[in-house]
């Protein structure tokens, strides 16, 4: 546990569904904690000593406390569930200061959000924020049924609800939303947020694709892998820029694990390739990327990659940490 994390108070737990709890963290200390944009998101170190990211969905509630959405998730890796189970109000614990990768752009003149399940959590404060500005925006949210989604109520009763729609499962789902026609043609003007499953993820950002959009207008929050992160793990080797020794990084270690073994110690979170922490400049040789972070273009580039889960298709990878 690093000394830069804050020191948190659980200060109320409640249900927002079902199976999704709401979290309002308080420093221990009393003070305030860091400020934050919508799109922000936390890692917190969960009763189990998991690491997970948190996007924080209330907008100004920096000097109230943060507030996350968390999914009782029974095939998690007991990060979440050891939170929605175990931690109670009174409960401490330890975050890092906010951080955001899913911001809002200041250049759309209209703004398409989807979101799926529980990643309502950072586009519900989105949606807040563009509400709030006078801004033009349309969400499209999907769920199992409207009795497992949380927001749905506020977002009903909402000022901005007549540019919501719902789409429950058990109600025909994703069959009621057209993906083309609520997507539409691209334009400089318009971004695409889309925050939930991979599966869901995928399907809205492949039929944007289809129409024609940017990557550059494209945006996602994963958090959790996109895809499988099994696969052929060849061994490979690397090299820090200035240091003449090769490092040996075989099957069934990680690239982190092998620098760390040689003295170099590369902050990590997720350890999925989800969150970006690890991200490392590549000097020489082809990343073999498996993280759900960069995009297709960026991928591409092969001038960094996550050592957390990413391996290398040449036999060495120059790197500068």
């Known amino acids: 546990?690093?000394?830069?994390?804050?020191?948190?108070?659980?200060?109320?737990?409640?249900?927002?569904?079902?199976?999704?709890?709401?979290?309002?963290?308080?420093?221990?200390?009393?003070?305030?904690l860091p400020p934050y944009a919508p799109g922000?998101?936390?890692?917190?170190?969960?009763?189990?000593?998991?690491?997970?990211?948190?996007?924080l969905y209330e907008l100004d509630s920096a000097s109230e406390g943060y507030r996350i959405g968390v999914l009782r998730e029974a095939q998690s890796r007991g990060g979440s569930l050891s939170l929605f189970n175990d931690a109670q109000v009174g409960q401490t614990l330890h975050i890092?200061?906010?951080?955001?990768?899913?911001?809002?752009?200041?250049?759309?003149?209209?703004?398409?959000?989807?979101?799926?399940?529980?990643?309502?959590?950072?586009?519900?404060?989105?949606?807040?924020?563009l509400s709030a500005e006078g801004r033009d925006f349309a969400l499209h949210y999907s769920g199992r049924s409207r009795q497992q989604m949380a927001f749905v109520e506020p977002l009903r009763q909402a000022a901005f609800a007549d540019k919501v729609r719902i789409y429950a499962d058990d109600e025909g789902g994703l069959e009621q939303l057209d993906l083309p026609a609520?997507?539409?043609?691209?334009s400089p003007d318009r971004h695409l947020y889309v925050c939930g499953p991979s599966g869901y993820m995928n399907h809205v950002l492949d039929?944007?694709?289809?129409?024609?959009?940017?990557?550059?207008?494209?945006?996602?929050?994963?958090?959790?892998?996109?895809?499988?992160?099994?696969?052929?793990?060849?061994?490979?080797?690397?090299q820090v820029k200035g240091d003449p020794r090769i490092i040996?990084?075989?099957?069934?270690?990680?690239?982190?694990?092998?620098?760390?073994?040689?003295?170099?110690?590369i902050p990590t979170s997720c350890a999925q390739g989800v969150c970006g922490t690890c991200i490392t400049t590549v000097l020489e040789g082809v990343p073999d990327h498996r993280d759900s972070?960069?995009?297709?273009?960026?991928?591409?580039?092969?001038?960094?990659?996550?050592?957390?889960?990413?391996?290398?298709?040449?036999?060495?990878?120059?790197i500068e940490l």
């Open 96 to 129: 890092g200061e906010p951080r955001n990768h899913f911001p809002l752009h200041a250049d759309a003149a209209h703004s398409l959000l989807f979101a799926g399940g529980i990643g309502i959590t950072p586009i519900v404060c989105m949606v807040r924020q």
């Open 248 to 265: 040996q990084v075989l099957r069934g270690v990680t690239a982190v694990e092998a620098l760390s073994q040689a003295g170099f110690e």
């Open 293 to 318: 972070y960069f995009t297709d273009e960026e991928r591409a580039k092969n001038d960094c990659f996550t050592p957390c889960c990413s391996r290398a298709k040449s036999r060495r990878l120059v």
């Open 40 to 55: 922000a998101h936390i890692d917190l170190h969960t009763p189990s000593g998991l690491v997970r990211q948190y996007s």
């Open 182 to 186: 609520a997507i539409g043609a691209p």
């Open 1 to 32: 546990m690093t000394d830069d994390l804050i020191k948190v108070r659980v200060a109320a737990k409640e249900l927002l569904a079902p199976d999704v709890a709401s979290f309002t963290l308080v420093r221990e200390d009393g003070g305030t």
């Open 207 to 238: 039929a944007a694709r289809r129409l024609g959009w940017l990557e550059s207008r494209l945006h996602r929050e994963y958090f959790s892998p996109a895809h499988d992160l099994e696969g052929e793990e060849l061994p490979f080797e690397l």
